[in-house]
């Protein structure tokens, strides 16, 4: 289960077990944690963000937001994504971006995400003042949906802690899962994502030990779904891709992630 949830601590584990559906009730965890190689390859040890001031009432009140660059382009040639936190809950959502220009568009989505699905208005927004994506033209679309923008100063991204401390903790359990696979660098934008659907279903010390999911959604998530990132799978191939009757029925793919929707499995 360490590994199929994305390389978390033990003590996010034994709460994990109380606060989501379809945990095997019958594992037992060791007294000393194991070594785990995706864990010593793909997770950093900085020194501690503090945690933000501001703090939300309600759901979409306050969201956090970055954009986080990447060294090189994703298998889909990506090059960022672009970070929503939403503050009262802890729940995420990731965009992935060709360029820094593209976070117009995402976050106008986002916000219609935000009426459309939930009936919220976002009401604060936070970023970094020195950040990837800030544009006088970013700061009009805010300010034409009537919301307040609030500012970290220049260098301290700390104080947007909660966007901050999201992008190293997912960043973390993305290259620990990565690593332990051997998948290459490209493929960040896959390990990402399902990082991503993995912290959201996972249990917060924050929040009490309950999930951004159900503070989000008013129920327990279920992560019966989930199996360990980069798993192979044969995956069937349906009658109308063959091409002929003697192909194979099945191929030998890569597990990446439960589909968005939650419709379906992402294969490789």
Not at 213 to 236: D, Q
Request: charged share 25%; net charge positive.
């Amino acid at each position: 289960m360490h590994r199929r949830l994305g390389h978390p601590s033990k003590d996010v584990l034994w709460q994990a077990q109380k606060h989501t559906e379809g945990f095997p009730p019958s594992i037992e965890f060791p007294k000393e944690d194991p070594i785990c190689p995706g864990c010593t390859e793909g997770k950093m040890h900085n020194k501690a963000f503090l945690p933000s001031t501001l703090r939300a009432t309600e759901p979409f009140e306050l969201i956090h937001s970055d954009v986080k660059l990447f060294p090189i382009d994703s298998y889909h040639k990506y090059r960022y994504y672009i970070l929503y936190y939403d503050d009262f809950t802890s729940n995420a959502w990731t965009v992935n971006l060709h360029n820094k220009s593209a976070a117009i568009t995402a976050t106008c989505q986002f916000l219609a995400m935000a009426k459309n699905q939930y009936g919220k208005q976002v009401k604060k927004w936070m970023s970094d003042a020195g950040g990837e994506y800030k544009s006088e033209a970013f700061d009009k679309m805010l300010k034409d949906e009537g919301i307040q923008i609030l500012q970290s100063l220049p260098h301290t991204p700390q104080e947007n802690g909660g966007a901050e401390q999201f992008n190293r903790t997912i960043m973390d359990k993305a290259e620990a899962m990565r690593h332990e696979v051997w998948l290459p660098e490209s493929w960040w934008e896959f390990a990402v994502e399902h990082a991503v659907h993995l912290y959201n279903r996972t249990p917060v010390r924050r929040l009490k030990w309950c999930t951004p999911y159900e503070m989000l959604n008013g129920k327990a998530p279920s992560i019966k779904h989930l199996r360990i990132f980069g798993c192979g799978a044969y995956v069937f191939v349906p009658k109308d891709v063959r091409q002929n009757t003697l192909s194979r029925k099945s191929e030998l793919m890569v597990y990446l992630r439960v589909a968005p929707g939650g419709h379906g499995v992402r294969f490789m």
